[in-house]
């Protein structure tokens, strides 16, 4: 099924609903979204794709826009799993918001791309189901003062199961990753309130690899901070590069056979 949406102005929700389910719950027929919006203060919220081969792609250009709350691929049930799902998600522009983009099942993958200046990425969980290929989330920030976090109470740039991979990379200065989001009345983006300076922490960490055999890959080639990294599990492995005046604050192994390996220029 293909579903889209184009706006080029202001103020514009998209909500999608696409589900297919079967008898067998790991086949399914391929969904197809595309979200394509232009301007200031743009939604999209409330995906749902369920079923093998699904495909979502937002694409926003401009100031201030959001991906929020429950774009999801695979239930929160393994009855329902996400096969081989793609969820890519491009903004330009500054001050853009990724809230949250969830994946449950197998051989998932999630691409998030921000080219502006003070965008925050967040997809909160990816978790892989018990015995089955690993899932993959890449997130690209090309800017000044971008973050990678958690937004509000969420677990933050999260993985669960095994064979799991993240690579965080950010081009510029002023860039976080692993910073923890808690609510400020008084700063807000896309409506979503932000504290860049709280750190992560047991119960609230945000970035997250939980389980066994994950990798995670973090390039920043500015005046960075690498500010919170938790793996909890074994054989692990962990790869920080940083420019110059980078630095990296907290990273976290629990278990056995983990690596870790900063290089900072």
Do not use: C
């Amino acid at each position: 099924m293909l579903q889209g949406t184009n706006s080029a102005s202001s103020g514009n929700t998209a909500t999608i609903e696409q589900v297919f389910v079967s008898q067998d719950a790991v086949s399914g027929l391929s969904n197809y979204s595309l979200v394509e919006q232009d301007g200031t203060d743009n939604e999209v919220q409330l995906l749902a794709q369920y079923g093998s081969g699904n495909f979502f792609s937002v694409d926003q250009d401009g100031t201030a826009n959001i991906v929020r709350d429950f774009p999801d691929q695979g239930s929160a049930s393994d009855e329902r799993p996400s096969i081989d799902g793609v969820i890519g998600i491009t903004q330009d522009g500054n001050g853009n918001v990724v809230w949250d983009a969830d994946q449950r099942g197998l051989g998932n993958e999630l691409l998030i791309e921000q080219r502006g200046d003070d965008n925050f990425a967040d997809f909160e969980s990816q978790v892989t189901m018990q015995g089955g290929s690993g899932n993959f989330a890449s997130i690209l920030q090309d800017g000044t003062g971008n973050k990678v976090g958690q937004a509000g109470t969420g677990f933050g740039a999260y993985q669960q199961g095994s064979g799991n991979s993240m690579a965080i990379q950010q081009t510029g200065n002023d860039n976080e990753a692993g910073t923890q989001q808690v609510p400020l009345a008084n700063l807000s983006i896309g409506g979503l309130a932000l504290d860049p300076e709280n750190q992560g922490s047991e119960g609230g960490q945000s970035l997250n690899q939980i389980g066994d055999g994950h990798v995670f890959e973090l390039t920043q080639d500015g005046d960075d901070d690498l500010r919170f990294l938790l793996q909890d599990g074994s054989d692990n492995e962990a790869y920080v590069v940083q420019g110059a005046g980078a630095n990296a604050h907290d990273i976290t192994q629990i278990g056995t056979g983990n690596t870790a390996s900063v290089t900072q220029n």
